[in-house]
């Protein structure tokens, strides 16, 4: 999204269409879900997530391509193709966790801590290599490489363990059915909400940092060194992961986590002096780390087999989404006043916290009946 965001406004292209093409790639993941049962019911789901990395190569390098040449609407139509199947190559990725780890739930809680990993390494070198080559070259061709480098990806991809299908394809649930199994399923469900809840809230993070270096007192630049303790609170917590592997049942997890996200998210807003506002955006990454570990746990041990690829494509879609909504609103409500947006973000948390507890009990009412 970088690339093509730096492409279109290096082009002279105003800002709303710069924005508006980046958009196209990150919308579409919240359909995703609906191409994902071919992930449950492939005879080998690594085929499945090759061809859609190299799908989405083809189409992101057509669109950059195509950019200069043709009307806008045509890129823009090449780049929701190319977003369509990016959920596959996250929660499809993620879905592949059991086969490589094997059965025993230490050794899928460790992998889960590198998955987390990766999602952080791919943050920070994805737009750091956009901007080298930007520098070096064009936005164009950085986006060329990194279109390029999906074909390898799906190469290594192949290299994964083999996994058949785990029930036939008259078994495998359409995705509105998946989407309502997750609902009625009470860990399935507060899995989805408290993921969808927290992607939103840290979402507001990078606009919060960029909005206080006034009231921190320092230069606007400094905003730079808080995204990063919070990318590198990011790693640090994923290692943590794959060190100490989480015990407690990922249900309860989840809640911990989250409420402790939240406590922070106001340590953020009202730290006040710049070291103490680096400490609190660092340990925001520790812990969103932790609980994206958790998240990642409890999709894999509560969804059904039969319905597994989606679950994982569904909450990972909806994460995406509700991150791309959390910045857009951060961005809209920061102006008034800076701490507003971590400040509604922790009460939301709270809200959500206080509704997975109450959901808890209320499903341990109900089974003793």
Known sequence: MVAIVLMATTSGAPGWLAGLLGACITAPHLFGPFIAGSLDAARDGRTVIALACMAHGVTLGAAVLLYPMTWPIVPALLLIASGLVGPLLTGGISSRLAAIAGSDRTSQRRAQGWD???????????????????????????????????????????LLPFSGPVAPGSEIPRPGRTLMMMVSSGKLRRTLYMTVVIALSVAALPITAVASTGELRVEPAAAGVLTAAYGLGGLVGSAGVMIRPLRAEADLSM???????????????FAGVFPLAVAAYALAGVLNSRFFAATLAARSEYAPAQARGQVFVWIGALKIT???????????????????????????IAVAVAASILDRRLGRGIARI
Request: charged share 0%; with cysteine; proline share 5%.
């Open 255 to 269: 809640t911990c986590l989250a409420a402790a996200v939240g406590v922070v998210l106001l340590g953020a807003a």
């Open 322 to 348: 509700a991150g791309s909504a959390g910045t857009a609103l951060a961005g809209a409500i920061v102006a008034p006043a800076v701490h507003l947006p971590l400040v509604l973000a922790a009460a939301l």
């Open 116 to 158: 987390v990993a990766t999602y952080g390494i791919g943050g920070t070198i994805g737009p750091s290599l956009v901007a080298a080559v930007s520098a070096w070259a064009s936005p164009a061709v950085a986006a060329l490489i990194l279109a390029g480098s999906t074909f390898v990806a799906a190469a290594v991809v192949r």
